[in-house]
């Protein structure tokens, strides 16, 4: 019997749907500083597993784009995996940025977790990437990777939650 497991990536919303009142499309948010844009996937379905699994999928690609920005940083959260009658908690889900993907800059895209081996639980807010060095038309990209222990007790069902990006 397999557990299946549905993860929303959409950064204003904590459901698959963004509510009609949002007022920015929820794959693309313009964070504080002006001249930063990230893009990430709407959503991300990580597929079947069993209870008491491992099971780990890429998001899609992520993608920051600044002007003039000499540094920045992505931090990465996540809620709770829910479904009716269960809940795969935070501590539960682990992360890892992998390597750039596609790097367009005059300074350099730094992964927060450049392979499986660094991933890093989302009980708490943590670094995904990060830009340092000139400014200008600086973009890099990344798809990482959620790795997810299903505990041994999950009941079956649809379990959704939320990963959200956001650069500063």
């Known amino acids: 019997m397999h557990t299946r497991i549905l ?3 959409a950064l204003l919303t904590a459901v698959i749907q963004p509510s009609p009142s949002d007022a920015e499309p929820p794959a693309t948010r313009a964070p504080a500083a ?21 099971h780990s999928a890429q998001l899609g690609t992520v993608t ?9 940083t992505v931090t990465v959260t996540a809620t709770a995996l829910t479904t009716t009658g269960g809940t795969i908690p935070t501590g539960d889900i682990a992360y890892w940025s992998g390597p750039t993907t596609a790097e367009s800059s005059p300074g350099t895209c730094h992964p927060g ?12 807010a943590r670094t995904a990437f990060s830009y ?29 939650g939320t990963i959200t990006h956001s650069v500063a």
Do not use: R
């Open 34 to 54: 002006a001249d930063l844009t990230i893009s990430v996937p709407a959503t991300a379905n990580l597929g079947a597993a069993s209870a008491g699994s491992t």
């Open 113 to 124: 977790q450049s392979g499986a081996g660094g991933q890093v639980t989302l009980n708490a």
């Open 64 to 72: 920051v784009t600044g002007q003039q920005e000499p540094e920045w």
């Open 132 to 160: 340092s060095g000139s400014s200008g038309n600086e973009s890099c990209s990344w798809n990482p990777t959620v790795v997810i222990t299903v505990p041994a007790n999950a009941p079956v069902g649809q379990y959704s």
């Open 7 to 9: 993860l929303t990536t």
